[in-house]
């Protein structure tokens, strides 16, 4: 088990994935050979299911781009059973307490850390892919997995310096619609309100020593968040750069 998203965050270079949404193996692939470092299969707004999203988890291993999980809810079974199918990651939406928080590192990390339930499912070889023992499997998959809450409620951004501290976390994934949204100004990322909460969880992440990663509309916007400090930007969503793409071809063949 090697987390190569986590590799080039620690060794502080650009880390650049969309979200996950076509459902389509084929297209995961082509996003891999068009030198994403990882894609977010989307659980929560996207129509995949645990089958679904293991073959997209494949498609990604395949290609040696790293493969994303945004769950559905915080339930122990949701952030379980991705991570069982071979996950590398998890951002987990809705956080609103640090109690979620700390839930959802008993749920995703491994004794001594957490209380993940241990079952020899596809992300353990199903018991035969390596020779670590248990324990050096707990230790392996403790150290190579992601737990990302998402920042995107007002809950969450009042408690963020604590919970950005919380042992388990590996990063904080920020929702900057939702986020702006809960603040009462939606989609204004310019915002003076939006602007103070995004650098607090910029910060926050900094002095914690975890992984700050947000997502972008558009390239222009990426760059600025790169500029700002981000270790990592989720580019818009699959569905709409395909589209984007298109309406190019599109206008510049006509025009």
């Known amino acids: 088990m090697h987390n190569r998203l986590k590799e080039k965050l620690q060794n502080r270079e650009k880390a650049i994935g969309t979200f996950f949404e076509s459902g389509s193996t084929i ?10 470092d990882y894609i977010i299969i989307d659980t929560e707004h996207g129509p995949f299911e645990t089958e679904s999203a293991m073959e997209f988890i494949c498609a990604c291993q395949r290609r040696k781009m790293t493969p994303l ?5 915080k339930c122990r079974s949701s952030i379980l059973k991705m991570l069982d199918v071979g996950a590398m990651g998890i951002v987990i939406p809705g956080i609103e307490s640090v109690a979620e928080v700390n839930d959802i590192v008993r749920y995703g990390k491994y004794y001594p850390v957490g209380e993940r339930g241990v079952a020899f499912a596809r992300g353990y070889g199903y018991g035969f892919a390596d020779s670590l023992s248990i324990t050096d499997y707990f230790a392996e998959a403790n150290r190579e997995t992601l737990l990302l809450p998402q920042c995107e ?8 310096e604590e919970i950005a501290a919380i042992e388990g976390i590996d990063g904080i ?6 986020l702006s949204t809960a603040l009462g100004k939606p989609g204004q990322f310019t915002a003076p309100e939006v602007i103070s909460a995004i650098d607090r969880i ?12 947000i997502y972008a ?8 968040r790169f500029q700002q400090g981000f270790d990592s930007v989720a ?8 589209i984007r793409m ?7 063949l006509r025009h």
């Open 69 to 73: 999980v945004r769950v559905k809810d």
């Open 173 to 178: 994934f920020i929702g900057p619609y939702d």
């Open 217 to 224: 509309d558009d390239t222009a916007a990426a760059k600025r």
């Open 27 to 36: 297209t995961a692939e082509c996003l891999a050979l068009g030198g994403l």
């Open 246 to 252: 298109i309406q190019n071809l599109v206008r510049d």
């Open 202 to 213: 910029l910060k926050a992440c900094q002095q914690a020593g975890k992984f700050s990663m």
């Open 153 to 160: 409620t007002a809950g969450c951004l009042d408690r963020i």
């Open 235 to 242: 580019v818009n969503m699959d569905t709409i750069l395909f």
